[in-house]
């Protein structure tokens, strides 16, 4: 990158906020600017801690950066998404990003109407198996997921499905890339008044088909992902980082073929995802400030946020709970 450091602010420093303020102060070529949060003791505190300045308003932050992280809860997204925009500011939303469809519609139109960056903040697609799995992927025909979390007050605000759901809902759209032609699914709400555990089958026009589980009513956390395919299987544990693909060995056809009942290893071969380290929230961040630059392509756009909400509101109306808004 060159040139001055690009001037970045965050909106909201939360627990989550709190890490991009971090990442932020740490990298190279970016001035964090300052922070803004509607409770001045925290960003008191955690501008003091980055060495940066607490923001009283949004809009006196706004005047002084070029780029934003919003992380505020989904409800405030609309609100100071469009604020930023209009102040002709790059934004990376936190996800989902809106809390409505016509909500995101608005964001998208309004930030491809003033030129400026909207990207939306799904961290799972620069997970470390996520990546070591992609030169692996050759049109996925079945897609389990599995996600399950201690409760905790952040994102109880809505539906497990936007909450944590959305998430898989993101990567699958991306790793299958067809459209959705069937959405079945089931939840129920037992800490909320919104759904707290649900499941979900979604099927693409070619046939394809994803399942999904998303829970934040376990003990403890679980983030998998396997993923089905002509040439094999990867298995992507999210949480760690790791994954192994079991790759069907080329003679495996004739192997079959001979009438014989061969154990597993005669007709596949286990293959481990590697891919370079690196915190994926700190990858998130630099894609956001080079895309903002003009140095690289934005992984996951506004449009690609849009989608996944999209989608994550058939889930919610195929539960019967709202209908999807026009």
Same mark, same amino acid.
């Given at each position: 990158?060159?040139?001055?450091?690009?001037?970045?602010?965050?909106?909201?420093?939360?627990?989550?906020?709190?890490?991009?303020?971090? $990442?932020?102060?740490?990298?190279?070529?970016?001035?964090?600017?300052?922070?803004?949060?509607?409770?001045?003791?925290?960003?008191?505190?955690?501008?003091?801690?980055? *060495?940066?300045?607490?923001?009283?308003?949004?809009?006196?932050?706004?005047?002084?950066?070029?780029?934003?992280?919003?992380?505020?809860?989904?409800?405030?997204?609309?609100?100071?998404?469009?604020?930023?925009?209009?102040?002709?500011?790059?934004?990376?939303?936190?996800?989902?990003?809106?809390?409505?469809?016509?909500?995101?519609?608005?964001?998208?139109?309004?930030?491809?109407?003033?030129?400026?960056?909207?990207?939306?903040?799904?961290?799972?697609?620069?997970?470390?198996?996520?990546?070591?799995?992609?030169?692996?992927?050759?049109?996925?025909?079945? %897609?389990?997921?599995?996600?399950?979390?201690?409760?905790?007050?952040?994102?109880?605000?809505?539906?497990?499905?936007?909450?944590?759901?959305?998430?898989?809902?993101?990567?699958?759209?991306? #790793?299958?890339?067809?459209?959705?032609?069937?959405?079945?699914?089931? *939840?129920?709400?037992? %800490?909320?008044?919104?759904?707290?555990?649900?499941?979900?089958?979604?099927?693409?026009?070619?046939?394809?088909?994803?399942?999904?589980?998303?829970?934040? #009513?376990?003990?403890?956390?679980?983030?998998? #992902?396997?993923?089905?395919?002509?040439?094999?299987?990867?298995? $992507?544990?999210?949480?760690?980082?790791?994954?192994?693909?079991?790759?069907?060995?080329?003679?495996?056809?004739?192997?079959?073929?001979?009438?014989?009942?061969?154990?597993?290893?005669?007709?596949?071969?286990?293959?481990?995802?590697?891919?370079?380290?690196?915190?994926? $929230?700190?990858?998130?961040?630099?894609?956001?400030?080079?895309?903002?630059?003009? #140095?690289?392509?934005?992984?996951?756009?506004?449009?690609?946020?849009?989608?996944?909400?999209?989608?994550?509101?058939?889930?919610?109306?195929?539960? *019967?709970?709202?209908?999807?808004?026009?």
């Amino acid at each position: 990158m060159s040139g001055s450091p690009i001037r970045v602010g965050v909106v909201g420093v939360g627990s989550l906020g709190f890490h991009h303020a971090r $990442l932020y102060a740490g990298m190279a070529d970016v001035r964090l600017v300052g922070v803004h949060d509607s409770r001045p003791e925290r960003v008191t505190q955690v501008a003091a801690q980055f *060495g940066t300045t607490a923001y009283p308003s949004l809009e006196a932050l706004l005047e002084d950066v070029e780029a934003v992280s919003v992380v505020v809860p989904t409800s405030a997204h609309h609100a100071v998404g469009m604020a930023a925009i209009a102040a002709g500011r790059h934004v990376l939303m936190e996800k989902p990003l809106a809390g409505a469809i016509v909500e995101a519609e608005e964001l998208v139109a309004a930030a491809e109407a003033a030129g400026v960056l909207l990207q939306t903040g799904h961290v799972e697609r620069f997970n470390r198996a996520v990546r070591a799995a992609a030169p692996h992927l050759a049109s996925p025909r079945f %897609i389990e997921s599995d996600r399950i979390a201690p409760f905790g007050v952040r994102g109880s605000d809505v539906a497990v499905i936007l909450d944590l759901m959305i998430h898989d809902l993101d990567l699958i759209l991306a #790793l299958v890339r067809e459209p959705v032609v069937d959405v079945r699914a089931s *939840g129920i709400g037992v %800490i909320t008044p919104h759904v707290d555990i649900a499941t979900a089958r979604i099927e693409f026009a070619s046939g394809a088909v994803a399942n999904l589980t998303a829970s934040r #009513l376990a003990r403890e956390r679980l983030r998998k #992902l396997r993923i089905f395919q002509s040439t094999g299987y990867l298995s $992507l544990d999210l949480a760690a980082g790791t994954g192994e693909f079991l790759r069907l060995r080329a003679d495996a056809a004739a192997a079959l073929a001979n009438g014989a009942v061969p154990d597993l290893a005669t007709v596949v071969e286990r293959v481990p995802l590697e891919a370079p380290d690196g915190e994926p $929230l700190g990858l998130e961040l630099q894609n956001f400030v080079r895309a903002a630059r003009g #140095l690289e392509p934005v992984v996951v756009s506004g449009r690609d946020g849009l989608e996944a909400l999209r989608l994550a509101f058939r889930v919610i109306e195929a539960m *019967g709970r709202v209908a999807v808004p026009a």
